[in-house]
């Protein structure tokens, strides 16, 4: 079952202080000499090694050149970059607002051929109609206190789905039943997405899963998880966005990804499943 993806963004972290508490150790120094090299108050050397800080950019240059190590910089930084990116708060993500942030990940969208997303809190962002991600939006701009852009964010939004339309891509998707019902939004837009979900199963490239709340389950319910191609999976925290990009890490969620796969149903009995929702709604 996947580990803790923010334990995996902290080992990234600590991969990269412990290579550069290697090179400082291969040149006989202390972290206090290193400080004085640097400029740095000794304290900022040992946070750095001991991984509590991440360190910039010119901060690694200036290690690296402490340590007579100028050639491994530019390796670490993109290590140390990596690690960074693994986990991104959705404060700072969203903190010019969210348009960007899908006008940033329409490359991504469009060159994967094949997506796996598990949704366990809200219909995927590629499913939901423009009433919907309105009050999601919303909602998450009020929660979050960042700016307000929740019409250019849901045209965005609008925009980066249109591979669902547009080129040759796969979606196989799993929701839990429960997110029928979540009432993110007012009566006539939940039933407007509703009927949309119901559209969208007859898409060719698209398998519409839902999950059943009497399931019996071999994976018990998860964060959110988008997986593109066997290449990244990003995992959606309250805080925060996940990218996990090692293969093992990778396998894991597709490994889960299957196990709910086999709970979950398709066809007629999830239509009904969305329909029943439906009526709900009233």
Same mark, same amino acid.
């Given at each position: 079952?996947p580990?803790s993806?923010?334990s995996?963004a902290?080992a990234a972290?600590?991969?990269v202080?412990?290579?550069l508490?290697g090179l400082?150790?291969?040149?006989?120094l202390?972290g206090?000499?290193?400080?004085?090299?640097?400029?740095?108050h000794?304290?900022?050397?040992?946070?750095?090694?001991?991984?509590?800080t991440?360190?910039?950019?010119a901060?690694?240059?200036?290690?690296?050149?402490?340590?007579?190590?100028?050639?491994?910089?530019?390796?670490?930084i993109?290590?140390?970059?990596?690690?960074e990116s693994?986990?991104?708060?959705?404060k700072?993500?969203?903190?010019d607002?969210?348009?960007?942030?899908?006008?940033k990940?329409?490359?991504l969208y469009q060159?994967?051929?094949?997506f796996?997303?598990?949704?366990?809190?809200?219909?995927?962002?590629?499913?939901?109609?423009?009433g919907?991600?309105?009050g999601l939006?919303?909602g998450i701009t009020?929660?979050?206190?960042?700016p307000?852009?929740?019409?250019d964010?849901?045209?965005?939004r609008?925009?980066?789905?249109r591979?669902?339309?547009?080129?040759?891509?796969r979606f196989?998707?799993l929701?839990?039943?429960?997110?029928l019902y979540?009432? $993110?939004c007012?009566?006539? =837009?939940?039933?407007?997405?509703? *009927?949309? /979900?119901? #559209?969208?199963?007859?898409?060719?490239n698209?398998?519409?899963?839902i999950?059943?709340?009497?399931?019996h389950?071999?994976v018990?319910?998860?964060?959110?998880f988008y997986a593109?191609?066997?290449q990244?999976?990003a995992?959606e925290t309250?805080t925060?966005?996940i990218?996990?990009t090692?293969?093992?890490?990778?396998?894991?969620y597709?490994?889960?990804?299957?196990d709910?796969?086999k709970?979950? $149903?398709?066809?007629?009995? =999830?239509?009904?499943l969305?329909? *029943?929702a /439906?009526? #709900?709604v009233?």
């Amino acid at each position: 079952m996947p580990t803790s993806p923010f334990s995996s963004a902290q080992a990234a972290r600590k991969a990269v202080a412990i290579r550069l508490q290697g090179l400082m150790k291969d040149a006989g120094l202390s972290g206090h000499e290193l400080a004085v090299q640097c400029g740095w108050h000794r304290a900022k050397s040992s946070r750095i090694a001991r991984g509590i800080t991440p360190p910039s950019d010119a901060d690694i240059r200036a290690w690296c050149a402490a340590c007579g190590a100028e050639d491994q910089a530019a390796d670490i930084i993109a290590a140390s970059r990596n690690a960074e990116s693994m986990y991104v708060e959705w404060k700072q993500i969203h903190r010019d607002g969210m348009r960007r942030v899908h006008e940033k990940t329409t490359p991504l969208y469009q060159r994967t051929r094949s997506f796996r997303v598990y949704a366990s809190n809200v219909v995927p962002g590629m499913l939901q109609t423009a009433g919907y991600a309105t009050g999601l939006l919303k909602g998450i701009t009020r929660f979050q206190g960042t700016p307000d852009d929740v019409a250019d964010a849901v045209q965005a939004r609008l925009n980066r789905s249109r591979v669902l339309r547009e080129g040759n891509h796969r979606f196989a998707l799993l929701l839990e039943e429960t997110v029928l019902y979540y009432r $993110v939004c007012d009566p006539e =837009a939940m039933s407007e997405q509703l *009927e949309a /979900l119901l #559209a969208v199963m007859s898409r060719p490239n698209v398998s519409l899963g839902i999950i059943p709340k009497t399931a019996h389950r071999t994976v018990w319910p998860l964060e959110a998880f988008y997986a593109f191609d066997d290449q990244q999976v990003a995992v959606e925290t309250l805080t925060a966005e996940i990218n996990l990009t090692t293969p093992g890490e990778i396998k894991t969620y597709l490994r889960a990804f299957a196990d709910l796969a086999k709970t979950a $149903v398709h066809g007629a009995p =999830a239509r009904t499943l969305i329909r *029943e929702a /439906l009526t #709900a709604v009233g």
